[in-house]
Nanobody, 123 residues
Framework: QVQLVESGGGLVQPGGSLRLSCAAS????????IGWFRQAPGKEREGVSC????????YYADSVKGRFTISRDNAKNTLYLQMTSLKPEDTAVYYC????????????????WGQGTQVTVSS
């Protein structure tokens, strides 16, 4: 059974850091493009970052470039998102998702989704 489970969310002050984890089971993470998405209240879900399986290409949304870092530990079959210099506008539920081969900006292309983890940036 394919499963993605996110963890690591929480409440953090502006300027703080968090590391999100996405543990995969039922499939090998390295065989898939896998990314992070987020959805703030009243807004559409948006892509944050993604790693392609085919060539390891990494993509970031402009809003998080230079602040967030995506990485993958194949031995642990786990995806990470290191978030630094967090801003209130980063507040959202963060999801990881997987699809075959290449990253896509289209959310509907992703086959597997986790349940999400809440990140709240507030003083």
């Amino acid at each position: 059974q394919v499963q993605l489970v996110e963890s690591g969310g929480g409440l953090v002050q502006p300027g703080g850091s968090l590391r999100l984890s996405c543990a995969a089971s039922g499939f090998t993470l390295d065989d898939y493009a896998i990314g992070w998405f987020r959805q703030a209240p009243g807004k559409e879900r948006e892509g944050v970052s993604c790693i392609s399986s085919s060539d390891g290409s990494i993509y970031y949304a402009d809003s998080v470039k230079g602040r967030f870092t995506i990485s993958r530990d194949n031995a642990k079959n786990t995806l990470y998102l290191q978030m630094t210099s967090l801003k209130p506008e980063d507040t959202a539920v963060y999801y990881c998702a997987a699809k075959d081969y290449y990253c896509s900006a289209y959310i509907g292309d992703y086959d597997y989704w986790g349940q999400g983890t809440q990140v709240t940036v507030s003083s």
